[in-house]
């Protein structure tokens, strides 16, 4: 299944809504993005997804790509969630996923963070989580300030959003 | 400190992961690139590894010899744990829409195998659950299967797969494919496009 370009502008839409919109009564630098149509908020976080925990897994891992706007590099420092008693970053560091306590996205950059690189754990998960749901969380970056984030929870099945799929894998 | 320094390099020696899968040797952009040997979207291997000979029990409690059993099925074998949040859901949902992508009478030649390396979490009846939420709507044979430690090492051993740590948390996160002809020339990692890789090479190695 291809992303179509209408959900990709979407999708981005919507991150740029929550990067904007969503920080209510967070810190004051994000009002820094402004009203104006040509103010980008300093991170974009786009393509937010994750399957449903399949019993007895009781904890679901999160994929997104962050989009740093900026000329400076940010540094995402903690990870909130609701859905679970914790949340912490993975990252493959030298080959291997490693618990890391922050990730640097270069200036001007993207850093996704998918299956083979890494991801957002959320462990000891509060109740159940269904596909066509979404989770919040929120990103504290260094630089940017906390970022709000809706993931989709997509089927179990389904193929991860993003991915290269052959012609006859499409359902 | 020199112990902590062994145990350090030993940790990267093997490559394993932190939470849950790792890649044993390349990084999967490279491994994906389809410069390996052969004709395979995967990883080639050379030289072919034979199917490995092991004996771990299924989630009926009965003995499974792998070797014997799966002996001329194309055949997809993953060591992980069902505990897995990353790596493990998503390479069995790639295999799943993997094969949603053969036809029937290819998927039926297909076994799908699991070996947990969580000896402690990981019974029969947890496997099988498991198991349950990726054998949908196919007809290929998925089986479950786990032991003591030292079977789980020696099935490890045997299929060339680094041995896993941490309560079987830290594994390699390789799927292997043996053909029809009972070796494996072609191994897969997690990565965008592991659903291409497997439908493209399983039928390379299944029967015509």
Known sequence: MRLPWPAVVAGLLAALVGGAGLIRGATPQSAAAGPGPSAAPPIVVTNAWLRPPVPPTDSVAVYFTIYNTTGQPDTLESVVSGAGASAGLHYVIDGQMTATTSITVPAKANLALAPATGHVMISGLYGPIVAGQTINLELNFANAGPVDVAAKVIPLLAPAPGTVTTSGATK | ?208
């Open chain 2, 1 to 208: 400190m020199n112990r902590l320094v062994l145990t350090l390099l030993a940790a990267a020696t093997v490559l394993l992961a932190g939470c849950s899968g790792s890649h044993p040797s390349a990084k999967p952009s490279e491994l994906n690139d389809h410069t390996g040997a052969g004709p395979y979207f995967g990883a080639g291997l050379v030289p072919p590894q034979p199917r490995p000979s092991f004996t771990l029990t299924d989630t009926a409690g009965k003995a499974f010899s792998f070797g014997a059993q799966t002996a001329g099925h194309p055949t997809l074998l993953y060591f992980g744990y069902t505990q897995c949040p990353d790596v493990c859901p998503e390479t069995f949902a790639d295999v799943h829409q993997a094969l949603a992508t053969l036809p029937p009478s290819m998927q039926k030649q297909v076994y799908v195998v699991f070996v947990t390396t969580d000896v402690k979490h990981d019974t029969a009846t947890v496997i099988k659950k498991w198991l349950s939420n990726f054998d949908l709507g196919g007809s290929a044979t998925y089986v479950g299967l786990r032991g003591t430690q030292a079977q789980i090492n020696a099935a490890q051993a045997a299929a060339h797969i680094p041995l896993a740590e941490d309560g079987g948390q830290t594994h390699s996160a390789q799927l292997l494919l043996y053909g029809t002809d009972d070796y494996a020339r072609v191994t897969f990692l997690q990565s965008t496009n592991e659903v291409q890789a497997i439908a493209h090479d399983l039928p390379l190695v299944a029967k015509a």
